[in-house]
Each structure stands twice: as structure tokens, then as C-alpha cells.
């Protein structure tokens, strides 16, 4: 991790090494790993692997929102497309079946980018028509029912382990280092940055808006897609009806622990990764002490709000003023 991560990213860093010691205390073999069948297991790597699907979604998300958009169609594009995945995976290849799933996932991002870069429609509205049909599309393809494949190449994808990392850790990091290599390796960055902070100005400055409103839509759909295929690889299934079900607030969540703006023009999707595992670790801290689930919404707003005064601009003026003592 660069000196630059840790510096920005140390309200989000304590947050989590805090959940995962809370985590400790309510189970004492949190921290235990164990390898089988060539995979690590443990409540630690249960963190990480169940947190890949918003993970995966807030890489998307945060581009997105870093334009001034915002996404909220990607938990019913994950159901397409693990609905497309699990529909064909008995009866083709994997890579018809990932060609299928991920194409709808373009798709998807495509029809998105459009009515917003093309048709100037507002993103919260614009993305609200997909969230709302998409869901109905992925019922279709599933005709109502829990569809379950035995496919063994794609249940690889939820199953399966590289080295001992779960593969869709594994893909997470991938599309994290992907994203990073697009926006921080060339242009691409600040041009997002670029057309969140002001389009209209960077448009007049020659920035290509609609191009990058597009291309972060498309994007963002892709990622939902991958969320989708290891969603249904996990459990050799497909639930129309609840698969990534409400996990497009929890991406916007893992997008704000981040620190990223919600009016554009400043992001970080290493940040916004990392936000996705502390919205796991508080998950998996409430299942672990017993607690009932209904108490994961109160606690995940109690941890967003401490996260948020951390990052407060005025909390910091007044603590080093505190620290500096009276003048």
C-alpha cells in the first residue's frame, strides 16, 4: 500500500481493523485459518468472500458517482445476469455462458449510459427504470423459479480457489487493479474527475462528457454482471426475486465510507473496495454474536456515521486545534 493510500484512506483503514478486533472479541477463532481442498477457510476469508458481490459492484458505482451520476439498477443487472449464467450453464460452454452474462451486463450499462450521456435524463431516474424492469427481465429468463445448474466450470467461479485465494477474491482484485490501471495509468481519471466537478465547463474545455458519462455507465454494468455470475456460482443458482436485492444501496454505502463525493470529482475505488469489507465485517460481526439481522441496519449506520465525522473537514480543524492547545 502506498504512503498516499494510507494517508487518505486512515479513517477507513481504523474502521475496519476495528471491526475485525470486535469481531475477535465476540469470536475468538475469527482470526483462525485453516487450508482445504486447497482453499483457505475462516470467519477472516468469509469477510472477503462474502463481501466480492458489493465489492465488485462499488468498483462500478464509484467511477459513476465520480461523474455526478449515481447507479441504481446494478442489483437487478447482478440478477440478469446470474439469471442468463445459470439458465445456460447445464447446456453450453462456460465461455457462451460468460459471453451471454456479461454482454447483458454491457447491455445494460449501455441502455443506462445512453438515457443519461445521450438523452441527458437524470441518472436517479434513468437507472430507477432499469432497477425497476430488469428484475422483472430476470424473472422472465427464469420463468418465476429458483433455476440451479451442476455445472461444475461455472461454479468455479464461487467455489473455486488460485492459490488458495477464493476465486472471486481473486476476480475482485483483478477488476481493482483493472479499474486502477484505466484511471490511474492514463487519462481516463481525470476526465471523470473532469466531468463530475463541472461538464459543462469541461465540455467547453474539449473533455469528451458524454463519452465518459457512457463509458463509467458501461462499466458499471459490467461489474454488476461479474457480481452476478459469482452470485449464482456460490449458491449453483439463480433467485430472480432476490438476488442482489437492495445490494445497490449497500455499493452507494461502500462509495460514501470511501470518502468519495457524491457531487463528483473525487473518488477512490481502492477506498471504495475497501468500504464493501467493512459493510461484510459488520455483517458477519452481527451473525457471529448471535444478534438478530434486523440490527445490521442499525449498526451499519452508527459505523457509516463515525466514518463520516472521521472524515469530517471540521472535526479535523477542531482536533488539531485541541492538539496545538490554546494560543
Not at 477463532?29 to 465489492?55: C, E, I, K, W, Y
Not at 430472480?240 to 477512490?268: H, K, T, Y
Request: neutral net charge; glycine residues 12%.
Amino acid at each position: 500500500m502506498s504512503p498516499r493510500f494510507l494517508r487518505a484512506g486512515a479513517p477507513q483503514i481504523a474502521a475496519f481493523v476495528a471491526l475485525l478486533l470486535i469481531d475477535w472479541q465476540v469470536s475468538p477463532q475469527f482470526f483462525d485459518l485453516r487450508m482445504q481442498d486447497g482453499r483457505l477457510f475462516g470467519s477472516l476469508v468469509d469477510v472477503f468472500n462474502r463481501g466480492t458481490p458489493v465489492a465488485l459492484l462499488s468498483l462500478g458505482m464509484v467511477l459513476v458517482i465520480a461523474t455526478r451520476g449515481i447507479d441504481l439498477s446494478v442489483g437487478a443487472v447482478m440478477a440478469i445476469a446470474g439469471a442468463i449464467a445459470a439458465s445456460l450453464a447445464d447446456s453450453h460452454s462456460l465461455p457462451i455462458v460468460l459471453v451471454a452474462a456479461l454482454g447483458a451486463g454491457l447491455l445494460c450499462g449501455a441502455w443506462n449510459g445512453m438515457l443519461v450521456a445521450v438523452f441527458g435524463i437524470q441518472p436517479i431516474i434513468a437507472t430507477l427504470i432499469l432497477m425497476v424492469a430488469g428484475r422483472g427481465v430476470a424473472q422472465l429468463i427464469t420463468q418465476g423459479r429458483i433455476v440451479t445448474f451442476n455445472s461444475p466450470d461455472l461454479a468455479w467461479f464461487g467455489n473455486g480457489a488460485i492459490a488458495g485465494v477464493p476465486v472471486p477474491v481473486a476476480l475482485t482484485i483483478a477488476v481493482l487493479l483493472l479499474t486502477l490501471a484505466a484511471v490511474r495509468g492514463t487519462a481516463l481519471g481525470l476526465l471523470i474527475e473532469a466531468t463530475g466537478a463541472n461538464a459543462k465547463a469541461s465540455a467547453l474545455a474539449g473533455v469528451e462528457t458524454r463519452g465518459t458519462t457512457f463509458a463509467v455507465y458501461v462499466w458499471s454494468g459490467f461489474c454488476a454482471a461479474l457480481a452476478g455470475i459469482v452470485a449464482a456460482a456460490d449458491i449453483l443458482g439463480a433467485d430472480a426475486n432476490n438476488a442482489g436485492l437492495w445490494l445497490e444501496l449497500d455499493a452507494i454505502l461502500a462509495v460514501v465510507i470511501a470518502g468519495s463525493s457524491l457531487l463528483g470529482g473525487r473518488f477512490s475505488p481502492s477506498l471504495a473496495v475497501l468500504g464493501a469489507f467493512i459493510i461484510q465485517a459488520m455483517n458477519t460481526g452481527i451473525l457471529l454474536s448471535g444478534f438478530r439481522p434486523e440490527f445490521n441496519l442499525i449498526v451499519k449506520a452508527g459505523v457509516v456515521m463515525a466514518v463520516l465525522l472521521l472524515q469530517s473537514p471540521k472535526l479535523t480543524w477542531m482536533s488539531g486545534r485541541l492538539a496545538r492547545g490554546p494560543a
